[in-house]
């Protein structure tokens, strides 16, 4: 079975500083990478995923990430951050069979100081 | 406009009554599931379900029940509540179309239960 680890809980920033929020999974098989986040009292919203093609994947709201697949990782990167930003954000992996499971990190609760 | 709604948002009971959230998305999506998020665990998988009569059970199924008639709705039953239910829930939906698991998950806004 595939987990994730996220291992920033809690991140503070002040505003344009940059920001790279690290995921790591298990799993031997082929998968698929997402990124969530968590405004505060909102739905999970879809920032980016990763499934084939390029590695560095670009999202929305200047948001990308990079797989490396050698690393079994899927780091969430900003090159500045905005007070808007201020959220939850998740990583998330499933397998490519078997890929009703969606399986989530932790979360790691950003706070961006203006 | 496209979503996945749930209700009702906010619900306070007692341990033992049984009690239904609904989940109702509006994009014709196969896929449909349920999430509990607990702080510091993240979200977890309770059911889920792959079409009409096909549902499953996720990581945390105990306590939970769920059934799939209509492909629009998905709703989560609490046939006797306890305390460590007390959580926030979030039905999500995607399409099974394309590539194996590689579509967005639609997240309804969330029902915060607490069981008292």
């Known amino acids: 079975a595939q987990s994730v680890s996220q291992h920033n809980h809690h991140v503070i920033l002040s505003e344009a500083a940059s920001l790279e929020l690290g995921c790591n999974y298990s799993y031997g098989g082929t998968v698929n990478l997402f990124w969530y986040v968590q405004y505060p009292g909102q739905h999970l919203q879809l920032l980016l995923k990763?499934?084939?093609?390029?590695?560095l994947v670009k999202g929305i709201k200047g948001f990308e990430a990079e797989f490396i697949k050698s690393k079994f990782s899927f780091n969430l990167r900003k090159p500045s951050v905005q007070w808007s930003d201020t959220a939850e954000y998740f990583c998330?992996?499933?397998?490519?069979?078997?890929?009703?499971?969606?399986?989530f990190g932790t979360g790691t609760r950003l706070l961006v100081s203006p | 406009e496209a979503q996945v709604t749930q209700n009702p948002r906010y619900l306070i009971t007692v341990t033992g009554k049984k009690l239904t959230v609904t989940c109702s998305q509006n994009?014709?999506?196969?896929?449909m599931s349920w999430y509990r998020q607990d702080p510091g665990l993240g979200l977890r998988q309770i059911y889920y379900s792959m079409n009409v009569e096909v549902t499953d059970k996720g990581d945390v199924p105990e306590g939970y029940k769920v059934s799939r008639k209509e492909k629009r709705n998905f709703p989560l039953i609490l046939e006797s509540p306890s305390p460590n239910q007390t959580s926030l829930y979030f039905c999500a939906s995607s399409s099974t179309s394309g590539l194996a698991g590689a579509n967005e998950q639609y997240f309804g806004p969330g029902t915060r239960l607490t069981v008292t």
């Open positions: 990763y499934f084939s093609g390029d590695p």
């Open positions: 994009m014709n999506h196969e896929y």
């Open positions: 998330a992996v499933n397998a490519r069979t078997g890929f009703q499971k969606l399986v």
